[in-house]
């Protein structure tokens, strides 16, 4: 059984705001802007949800935001429109050669009913070290933020209660446009979603089991088990569904050189504690830089742990 460090984090913590993607000074929450053109939506103050029994599942929100990249690598301003279907050539880059990568980030209300942001700005610049990898174009810093908050602002009655939950959101950029020889799509979209959620696993914060995965690799050094690519994640359903079938939580994969020291789960980076020293495999190109990784490690600095980042002493 392996707990998990979520403790760590405190409610009310303040960190300045972010200025480079190495370092770990961004501010912990910001509030929503409620300001420039608004969507025409629902006044009602909270959707109709049973938000005691909120699960992990998809929910859609009322609303999804919307931007095209041209042919010259621009941005076209995006808008709110209503969640739905899209439209794709079967011959889309993201069909035929996987480009695309993605985010996840949450809105969280307070108990007075402000709706706060966690740390959007790290998404994308993590977005756009990620686009680069994929020889993809990549929304600005502001216009990713942006895209967040006018999403969180137009659902927000989809956010749960203070306590209950979050609202997830989900900013998407994929290869749209049209191509048949393995090459980059001509055009791009970026969609953000979102759905309301409970915790992801059923364990909650209670401990969970894991099971160490020695058959199949989550990633190579030299690969792109670094940035967040949708062609990373069907590749563990596998190891995944069997594990889950054997009552475990989640995978806990090892490297794929030595098959030896541990590296990530399928869905989140790992923490081992011991006293006042908390040990984390090093990001070396195999393991995603999560946001709640930097966010744990930076509370834990400021509450005296040591910080360990080599893999070969994790085992």
């Avoid at 707990?3 to 300045?16: A, F, G, P, Q």
């Avoid at 984390?280 to 966010?295: D, M, Q, V, Y």
Wanted: glycine letters at 8%.
């Amino acid at each position: 059984m392996i707990k998990t460090v979520s403790s760590l984090l405190k409610s009310h913590v303040h960190i300045r705001t972010l200025q480079t993607f190495s370092k770990y000074n961004a501010q912990a929450a910001s509030a929503l802007r409620e300001e420039g053109k608004k969507p025409v939506y629902q006044d009602d103050e909270y959707a109709d949800m049973d938000w005691d029994n909120l699960g992990f599942a998809l929910t859609p929100a009322d609303y999804m935001y919307v931007m095209k990249c041209s042919k010259d690598g621009e941005f076209t301003k995006g808008e709110l429109t209503r969640f739905g279907t899209i439209q794709l050539s079967p011959s889309a880059g993201v069909l035929n050669y996987g480009q695309a990568i993605y985010e996840g980030t949450k809105a969280y209300r307070k108990e007075n009913g402000k709706v706060l942001l966690f740390r959007p700005d790290h998404n994308a610049v993590r977005m756009q070290l990620g686009a680069e990898r994929m020889l993809m174009p990549s929304p600005s810093v502001d216009q990713f933020v942006d895209a967040v908050k006018q999403t969180a602002f137009a659902n927000k009655r989809w956010v749960p209660p203070s306590g209950k939950g979050s609202l997830y959101i989900r900013p998407l950029l994929m290869g749209t446009g049209p191509v048949l020889g393995l090459g980059p799509a001509p055009e791009y979209t970026f969609i953000v979603y979102a759905s309301p959620v409970g915790n992801y696993f059923k364990e909650g914060t209670a401990a969970l089991n894991l099971f160490v995965e020695e058959e199949h690799a989550r990633a190579a050094p030299g690969g792109s088990g670094g940035v967040k690519s949708i062609t990373n994640y069907a590749p563990v359903l596998k190891a995944l569904s069997r594990a889950k079938s054997l009552g475990f939580s989640d995978v806990l994969y090892l490297d794929s050189v030595k098959k030896k020291y541990l590296e990530e789960a399928s869905a989140c980076n790992v923490f081992l504690v011991k006293g006042r020293t908390i040990v984390t495999p090093a990001t070396n190109g195999t393991i995603l830089e999560g946001i709640t990784r930097k966010s744990v490690m930076e509370i834990a600095f400021d509450q005296g742990y040591q910080m360990k980042f080599s893999a070969q002493e994790l085992l």
